[in-house]
């Protein structure tokens, strides 16, 4: 029989946009706060490809130097007295780049430093007395001319974190032509980024900013998703709500990274494939071309800023092969691809480029998938990271095994293996990226949009939909307060942390240095204000043989003054290193002992 013709759309009322308006300015105030500062040093000393030197006398006495670093090609800094003795050198490296960081360095007030800069740009150097307080100096060029931007302490408020130092650094040296560092994913996120440094600076405001418009934007989206979907308006309200407190869309949407737009772009495609399978059923395909060209528009947006957009329009072609309307497929594709193309082209000749493709395979494939083998227990640790991705994204797999029971009872066996290919190709992308919790952020966004079309299958009576509405946004506060990962930190001071114990440890030693040893970085390099001695800190997409022997190699030459690991006999295999201290922790995912070795001098 052929499909039934849809219902029509309902109108807008004023009442139901002034409330999405609200919804959407409510979270724009939320996700804006406190997002970052809107001043920095704007003008660097840039030695790039070269070596230059500044001259600095200080005006008082000093204990501590403050050292914001800009892009880097492997340089570094070095600071010596007037005698030529070296009293501060600090390597500059892609893991510097836009973030305040600083050591103690005690002078007297009339001392002159040499500044040396090598093959890297520096925004700003600070002098700061026992007090804290801002030393002034004469001299120092390019490295002093800012000191009104430096901040009163270092946070996230004005530095780099996580992969902010990829993406956020990207967005500027694409503002200002300059050679191109991470080439890893399409260029179109950084593009955004890009825009927002133009407008508001390169400030953490500014390379955030993009990020947090299109997570905001995500809530009026999830709405009109809902809306057309259901035709019910109160399931808009609910999906728009359930995505606003949705604490995986906010704190992925304020960080400099990609996620987000793919993201976006992802639910955009498919809100537009939603129209043209309900419009090509009362206008035809020829009166539907324009929802099948923006579908694929937002396919190639999606693919453009990220690669997981791929696995997206994958899914909306099962989509549409599955209504089975194959003697017009090639008219409606011939539309998709259009918009597909004309999104998409550039980042394949970006890709071609900058050869991001070479070790595509080793990276993302053979590790990662291929990591399970050769342990003498590869389906016990497959099992396992199965189940941590179960774990973290419980809201969206119960969604997907209730919508797969009710498949299987209404015998719509169809839907019931697109369900199942839908899980398969869930775990699949966890397994690829060997499994990273914000990998779930699609999955964040697209639950709470079935959620909210759930209800509608029950018998409607008077008040139902809105005790549903509300029922099922107090059950997702109760699950996020009684089921958080995170749960087992409340009541905890920060005091009592592992990271902040051991960081007054580490502080004790001078300009010291730190190895999160075999996993990935637990706050420990943050706590202590110490940066990452090696590139590979992050156990995953890369090739981990070369992670394992960085790190083996500081260890092996006693290369830093501290090691904090999860393992109790660190001693064993390097003698040199003793266990300085212990503490038992649970951040979310279990019970762990940190140890913090120190090296025996």
Known sequence: APPAIPAPQPKWQRKELLAMLALTAATAVVSFTYLGSLTAPQSPLDAADTTLTESVTLQGGTAALWVYPGISYGGRMTVTDAAGTTVYEKELDYGTCFSWTSVELYADAGEVFHIAVENAQLFELAFRDADGALVPVTGGGALFDEQDAVPEAISQLNSMYFDEIYHGRTGYEQLHRLPVYETTHPPLGKDFIMLGIAL????????????????????????????????????????????????????????????????????????????????????????????????????????????????????LAVLYLRRGWLRQLGRSCAAYLGGLALAALPWFAYFGAYHALDAWWECYFYDNLFLYKGDGRSALTLAQHLWWAVRDDLPAVCLLAAFLLWTVLSKRHGAALATLAMAAGLAFTSLMGGYLVYYGLVLAVFAPLGLAALPQKLPAKRGMCAALSVAGIAAAAAWCLLLSPNRALRGRTAESLPQLQFAEIIRQTPNATLLNYGTLDGGFYTAAGVLPPCRYFCVTNMPLQDQWQQQWDLLDAAAVDYVVALTGDLQNDYPIYHCAASQTYNGGEGEVTWYLYAKTK
């Open 200 to 315: 508001f600076g390169m400030t953490a405001f500014g390379w955030r900013f993009a990020g947090t418009l299109f997570g905001v934007m995500l809530v009026p989206l999830a709405w009109c998703f809902v809306r057309r979907l259901t035709r019910r308006p109160w399931a808009a309200a609910m999906a728009g709500v359930l995505l606003a407190l949705d604490f995986m869309r906010f704190s992925q949407s304020r960080l400099a990274t990609i996620d987000i737009y793919g993201t976006f772009f992802i639910l955009l495609g498919a809100y537009f494939m939603l129209w043209y399978c309900q419009q090509v059923l009362t206008v035809g395909v020829n009166g539907a071309v324009l929802p099948m060209f923006l579908g694929g528009l937002a396919f190639g947006l999606g693919c453009a800023s990220k690669w997981t957009g791929i696995y997206a329009g994958a899914g």
